[in-house]
């Protein structure tokens, strides 16, 4: 089984209340089995909302709040979501396909924290919780090897 951020089939879970529909990611999803989840929904974060990058290290949206928690929690929720259908179907959780440079699951590059669409190194929180369970990712923009 695969998880996919569900903002790339299609769902409107974005911050400001879109999606991210990506034709091939959709295509995957018809032809593999896929669990579709929004770790930013699942920390109970509202849509819309303001965005958030990461600085230092904390999720900060565009006001300045932190919302630090809310990412962490709604990445633990996206995996237990993720482990819970897999162990459901019988399957294991073969890999991902996530929203590159999400602050939740963008994958060697996210949104440097300055809001002004520029990149940095660095990994969103579901993407780095997906490396510590040994979860092989990728984003839209890559092709998977699977």
Do not use: Q
């Amino acid at each position: 089984m695969y998880i996919v951020s569900a903002c790339l089939a299609g769902v409107d879970c974005r911050y400001d209340g879109g999606n991210n529909e990506c034709a091939w990611v959709v295509e995957f999803a018809k032809s593999h089995a896929c669990v579709l989840v929004c770790p930013e929904s699942a920390g109970g974060l509202p849509k819309p909302r303001p965005p958030a990058e990461i600085i230092a290290g904390r999720a900060v949206d565009r006001n300045g709040k932190d919302v630090t928690e809310e990412f962490a929690a709604g990445a633990a929720a996206a995996y237990e979501i993720a482990e819970s259908a897999a162990k459901a179907a019988g399957e294991a959780i073969e890999g991902a396909i996530l929203k590159a440079h999400s602050p939740s699951c963008g994958r060697g590059v996210v949104y440097d924290g300055s809001f002004s669409g520029k990149l940095t190194e660095g990994d969103g929180f579901f993407a780095k919780l997906l490396m510590v369970k040994g979860v092989a990712a990728v984003t839209e923009k890559e092709v998977p090897k699977w």
